[in-house]
């Protein structure tokens, strides 16, 4: 297996948020992303053997050589590609823009290339699908922007091929490398973005090089980090990542709609519109950008699944775009509340409802304005609040206006400023999260873990980690209602036997207790469910007698015993 994390290079970038360059970017808030090559043709199958994972690996997972690999180009005849369809897809879906491998890290130029090894020439296909679309996107008005796999070209060179182990980069990046960025930067009209990928060992100076020519002949274009050497105008985030809290400048998160980038045979596992939209708004309150995936099939058709999934969050969109998402700032709270999240724009503050009863009530603290008015724009109707110094109360409405998500729309008479610092607050309405990131630590550390499933598909998870005799997590919060609560943990799994912790609030020792599989763990397995590596166990219940700010902290009694207790969250309910 190709060490991945060792080719992603940094995520640094230059352009400023409030350049004019960046306008469009920061307004467009959701994109298509498209993997779609001669991957596509094998959908993770080869020489009847099935291959799981990112299926755009599939030459290195299956270690086919560059000939062999090759063969595939006289079978590729994605002959249902509709660009017409494929644009107005993502435009009803609420995409802004699309972004579409015009080659992979493969070596396939997706698009007519003076290179033979291309779409228009090497294939019964015979069309350039990069034409096609160029001209939809002006026609429909949707942004267009090419993904090139500016440092990986296993036709070039590769490690598990003998013949190609010791080709020369410099030879393709002159020869093929440059040439093809050029040949995509000026025969395709206007282009709004151009995406590259993992930069590997590339120097500074090859990377300056491809933004020199992006410049000469788009002068428009934005590059994105991933052109490595800190010389991108906006960051990628890790794949499927959507950060815990806000983030300043320009920066994107993209994800699968399934467990693969590019198509697979035996993925069906795709995500729904309302998971779509949810991290849309995750990423729109942490002051990001968003991309999600579609891995076209063998015969060019965006997979049934997923389309579906992309017109449910179109209808949303079609409803809520304009005031929720498009060139919205981010949430006045650094991270997403325990009953949704939120956006702004100017005086007036979204309310995106995620964990909420009909008739119920949500709690918060600190909102950093006065508040005149509360709508709720699924029903038309104004809600009622209560809001002092310190808490903030708003009475629900009785039904739902939405399938997907309900918006209040918070009236002030002023713009809402950003608040910097957490604010946790446990109430009884919701199951309430005290997160890794937002506990103070002293004598343990916080870990941001990731690992792959299978082949590439990465999940990540913040951990607190590391203990020492006497460390110690702390959460402050502020409580709306006292009472009884039954806390849960959340953890990894480890192969270490010390599992003890203690809970105290201020006022001293709550609960000690070792976790069920205390004793006999077997070791983790090298590739694991999704489900299989992180667990919650119920800890105990505890008293909070008065409203208001409490603190819970967290320990490791047995430290001595080598203690790897791996923490993600406590978690609260009202009991
Ligand atoms: C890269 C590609 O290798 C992959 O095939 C796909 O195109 C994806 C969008 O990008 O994979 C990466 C690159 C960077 C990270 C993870 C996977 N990263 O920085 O976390």
């Known amino acids: 297996m190709e060490k991945m994390n060792e080719l992603w290079g940094s995520t640094a970038s230059c352009l400023s948020a409030e350049s004019p360059k960046a306008a469009y970017f920061r307004q467009s808030k959701f994109a298509m992303f498209v993997h779609w090559g001669l991957y596509s043709q094998a959908g993770g199958q080869w020489n009847g053997k099935t291959y799981h994972g990112i299926t755009e690996w599939l030459m290195c997972t299956a270690n086919i050589s560059a000939k062999d690999y090759a063969e595939l180009a006289k079978e590729f005849n994605p002959s249902e590609f509709n660009a017409a369809d494929f644009v107005a897809t993502a435009k009803a879906a609420g995409m802004k823009y699309i972004i579409i491998t015009a080659k992979h890290h493969e070596g396939f130029a997706m698009f007519k290339s003076a290179d033979p090894f291309n779409i228009y020439d090497a294939t019964p296909f015979k069309r350039d699908p990069m034409a096609e679309l160029a001209e939809e996107c002006r026609k429909q008005?949707?942004?267009?922007?090419?993904?090139?796999?500016?440092?990986?070209?296993?036709?070039?060179y590769n490690r598990w091929d003998e013949s190609l182990k010791n080709a020369d980069f410099n030879d393709y990046f002159q020869n093929k490398c440059l040439p093809q960025i050029k040949e995509l930067l000026t025969n395709y009209g206007k282009l709004a973005l151009i995406w590259f990928d993992t930069p590997g060992a590339m120097t500074e100076e090859q990377s300056r090089k491809i933004v020199e020519l992006v410049h000469e002949y788009q002068p428009d274009a934005l590059v994105n980090s991933r052109i490595g050497n800190g010389v991108g105008d906006y960051s990628s985030m890790n794949d499927n990542e959507v950060p815990a809290e806000r983030i300043p400048g320009l920066w994107e998160c993209i994800r699968?709609?399934?467990n693969s980038w590019g198509y697979s045979d035996i993925d069906q596992d795709f995500c729904s519109g309302k998971e779509i939209l949810h991290d849309l708004i995750s990423v729109t309150a942490r002051g990001g950008t968003f991309m999600v995936n579609v891995g076209p099939d063998r015969k060019g058709r965006i997979p049934a699944p997923c389309r579906h999934a992309l017109l449910e969050t179109g209808k949303w969109m079609q409803k809520y775009g304009e005031t929720v998402i498009y060139g919205a700032d981010s949430s006045p709270w650094n991270a997403a509340r325990q009953w949704g999240d939120c956006t702004r724009r100017g005086n007036k503050t979204y309310f995106i409802l995620n964990n909420w009863t009909p008739g119920g009530t949500i709690t918060d603290y600190g909102f950093p304005g006065k508040i005149s008015k509360i709508v709720w724009l699924g029903g038309n109707k104004t809600v009622e609040f209560k809001q002092d110094d310190a808490f903030l109360k708003l009475t629900l409405p009785f039904e739902r206006g939405e399938e997907l998500y309900e918006v209040l729309?918070?009236?002030?008479?002023?713009?809402?400023?950003?608040?910097?610092?957490?604010?946790l607050v446990v109430t009884p309405e919701n199951p309430c999260r005290l997160p890794a990131e937002q506990a103070v630590l002293t004598g343990a550390e916080l870990k941001h873990d990731f690992w792959a499933e299978r082949f590439g598909e990465f999940i990540y998870v913040n951990i607190i980690h590391n203990w020492q005799p006497g460390g110690k997590a702390k959460w402050d919060f502020e409580l709306s209602e006292p009472g009884y609560y039954r806390i849960s943990i959340r953890y990894q799994k480890v192969d270490l036997a010390n599992r003890v912790w203690k809970i105290s609030d201020e006022s001293g020792t709550v609960i000690e207790r070792w976790l069920p599989d205390a004793q006999q763990l077997p070791p983790p397995p090298l590739q694991t469910e999704p489900t299989a590596r992180m667990h919650t166990a119920k800890a105990g219940v505890i008293f909070f007698r008065n409203a208001g700010h409490h603190t819970l902290s967290l320990e490791s009694t047995r430290p001595e015993l080598g203690s790897e207790l791996q923490v993600a969250e406590l978690i609260l309910e009202h009991f």
């Not at 008005?141 to 070039?156: P, T």
């Open 141 to 156: 008005g949707l942004g267009l922007g090419f993904y090139y796999s500016q440092f990986q070209d296993w036709q070039a």
């Open 256 to 258: 699968t709609s399934n």
């Open 409 to 423: 729309e918070v009236h002030c008479s002023e713009p809402i400023p950003e608040l910097n610092e957490n604010i």
